[in-house]
């Protein structure tokens, strides 16, 4: 019983951990001068992967690797099928150039590239496995992607150097990261060891576990932040995260997890790449074609939403 207190009370430590981490980082950097503009890339960005990232660090460090794949691909299905869906239900999503001519494409190409590590169609291993050199592989694509974002994202100056960013005293702010990394390192040990003891129990797969309850848990900040974007009819906010998360949780914290231990790859997971692909495709279509280009209509979100739920219960009774 403590181990399932523990399980759920993690989730709630990692995700508040995250966000007092971002609070403090963002302070500090303003303090020594940088940009909103470069926070925002990095800091704010990662802030959204860290729940996804510290659970799959300490996953591979104990050799549970199926619970490190099946987060990535669960949190990513339910980011593109249910928070955006549910988004575009509330008001429809409008879709930036950026994110059309750049950002969906990115998402895509990592989500093949996942596919071809993932099944060695590349190395032509016979086992197969994200090993060391897949993940370099995505790491490398992740600093690839941190230049393009720098590069084409116009001029720093530019950006309003408002007050969204809240700064702390020195003191403060050293707190905030001491208390976020501590929050985030028991939060993750307790989610890890709970989704192992689950797995043990109930006789599901750790994969599964990942896909379902802790895709869902560390998935909680985009859904409630693209949910508040919503009602605020601030949209184009809610899939600039989606598609910034998905690439993130791909290249950076898969990436991080199958160099410190190489995750063997179910061949029934291709099943969830296919569904992310189909998924990117989808909405790579609907934001191009049609009478309301640039736009996710209700009608779509719909569609997006009854994807995720037909996904679950095939990911739970299968």
């Not at 990115?106 to 060391?132: E, P, R």
């Not at 309003?160 to 960013?165: A, E, G, I, K």
């Not at 949209?235 to 950076?252: E, K, M, R, Y």
């Not at 969830?272 to 998924?279: D, H, K, R, Y």
Request: proline content about 2%.
């Amino acid at each position: 019983m403590t181990i399932y207190i523990l399980f759920v009370l993690g989730f709630v430590i990692l995700i508040i951990g995250a966000k007092f981490l971002v609070d403090g980082a963002s302070s500090i950097g303003i303090k020594a001068g940088l940009s909103q503009f470069v926070i925002g890339l990095t800091v704010v960005a990662l802030g959204t992967s860290l729940p996804e990232l510290v659970i799959n660090v300490l996953a591979s460090l104990s050799g549970n690797t199926g619970l490190a794949i099946g987060n990535v691909l669960g949190s990513n299905i339910m980011n593109t099928l249910l928070i955006l869906g549910i988004t575009a239900i509330i008001y429809p999503v409008k879709v930036g150039n950026s994110i059309c001519k750049r950002d969906s494409w990115i998402n895509l190409i990592s989500i093949l590239l996942l596919a071809i590590l993932a099944n060695d169609f590349i190395f032509g291993k016979q086992n197969n496995v994200i090993g060391t050199v897949d993940g370099i592989i995505l790491l490398i694509f992740f600093v690839i992607m941190l230049y393009i974002l720098f590069s084409k994202s116009g001029n720093p100056n530019d950006v309003n150097d408002n007050d969204s960013f809240k700064t702390f005293s020195i003191f403060k702010s050293v707190l905030l990261i001491i208390a976020g990394s501590l929050g985030l390192f028991f939060g993750g040990k307790w989610i890890v060891e709970g989704a192992t003891t689950i797995s043990t129990n109930f006789g599901v797969s750790q994969s599964t576990i990942g896909l379902t309850l802790v895709a869902m848990a560390t998935s909680l900040p985009e859904l409630v932040t693209s949910i508040v974007a919503a009602l605020k009819k601030n949209t184009d906010i809610a899939i600039g995260n989606v598609l910034g998360s998905n690439i993130f949780n791909i290249f950076l914290v898969l990436g991080a997890s199958s160099v410190i231990h190489p995750i063997d790859f179910d061949l029934n997971l291709n099943v969830e790449i296919g569904i992310l692909i189909a998924a990117s495709i989808f909405l790579m279509i609907v934001i191009r074609v049609g009478k309301s280009k640039r736009t996710i209509t209700r009608l779509e979100g719909i569609l997006l939403t009854i994807g995720y739920f037909i996904f679950l219960f095939w990911s739970i009774f299968s």
